[in-house]
């Protein structure tokens, strides 16, 4: 098994879907990676920071899953990062209300001593420049590292983006901001020209309609499960990368045959995340119904067709 850092928010979410409305509950890009890569009993740490507002209760949440907390920084008279965001009637596009970077502003990182030599790099969303200060923490060149990112940063640090992504392994990256970053419409040709930015793998996640892997001339796709009920896709993409990642750590194969299953496991958490509000689901989710889940997922894919 091989050790696992994550980098991204720890944050105050308010969400607004057709189907209701929350005030601010727990969220953020490490909080829910975190909880995913939990389900493979890995041995992870948080690296982020929260302002003094942040309750103890959201932390031990983290905690009792056997996540080192210890990298997460409180600044006592700051305040902790906000998002708020509302879903259109198809669930699948949002509106960002309100990004409030708060404490984020100026966080400089500090990854625990005894994570430095972690094989596994997951840099979940935030600053790209906090995502480079914890690759350049790290004692060596990580087995894997692993980046996701968004929009924002693509509008606001556009140059120190392209530098982290010119040093990672994999990406994952939805359909939108796959386009914007390339200024392609296919997304074949989008992932060809990421590849040629850096990492060797391209995840282009599509929301409801699943995901793309690329890897020079191979190409592997992944259904979403069609799900009855999609309540709030806030943090679908963060959790898939916590699935990705912490299959991959659990593993320690980074073969394209296993990256194919690290997709798998990432869309099948994911598809849990959207089920309630927030973290609700993930902090109830039990390893059976992932089982059962994961076998759904075969039966979907596989099908017998005799070849002429
Ligand atoms: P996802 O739905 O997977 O894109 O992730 C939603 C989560 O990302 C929410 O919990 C937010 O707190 C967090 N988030 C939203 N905007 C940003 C941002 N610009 N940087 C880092 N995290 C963000």
């Keep these: 098994m091989s050790k696992l850092v994550i980098v991204g928010t720890v944050a105050f979410d ?42 103890q209760a959201y932390l031990d949440l983290l905690k009792d899953r056997h996540i080192d907390i210890s990298g997460i920084e409180m600044v006592k008279n700051g305040k902790t990062f906000f998002w708020s965001g509302r879903y259109h009637n198809d669930m699948n596009s ?24 972690a094989e596994i790099v997951m840099l979940g969303n935030l600053h790209p420049a906090v995502q480079i200060g914890v690759l350049d923490q790290m004692d060596k060149k990580p087995k894997l590292a692993i980046l996701d990112t968004m929009n924002f940063w693509m ?10 992504i010119k040093r990672i392994d994999v990406i994952t990256i939805n359909d939108e901001e796959a386009r914007q970053l390339t200024g392609e419409y296919s997304l074949a040709v989008a992932a060809k020209k990421i590849q040629n930015m850096g990492p060797k793998y391209v995840v282009i996640k599509k929301g409801e309609h699943g995901a793309l892997l690329f890897n020079g001339g191979n190409a592997f796709f992944a259904p979403a499960l069609p799900l009855e009920e999609v309540f709030d896709p806030t943090g679908a993409g ?31 958490l994911a598809s849990f995340c959207v089920e309630k509000f927030g973290t609700e689901r993930m902090l109830s989710l039990s390893q059976d119904e992932i089982a059962k889940r994961l076998k759904q997922f075969k039966d979907l894919t596989q099908f017998e067709i005799q070849l002429t």
């Design 238 to 268: 963060d959790t898939f990368a916590g699935g990705f990642a912490g299959y991959i750590a659990k593993t320690g194969d980074t073969s394209f045959e296993n990256i194919k299953n690290a997709v798998i496991y990432g869309s099948t």
């Design 94 to 117: 949002r509106d960002t209300l309100a990004t409030e970077l708060n404490v984020l502003a100026d966080f400089n990182p500090v990854v625990p001593q005894n994570y430095r030599d």
């Design 14 to 55: 308010a969400i607004e879907t057709p189907f209701g409305k929350t005030d601010k509950i727990l969220g953020g890009a490490a909080t829910f990676i975190g909880l995913a890569a939990s389900q493979f009993d890995v041995d992870s740490a948080v690296v982020s920071v929260v302002g003094g507002d942040f309750p």
């Design 155 to 164: 509008d606001n640090a556009l140059d120190t983006l392209h530098e982290v």
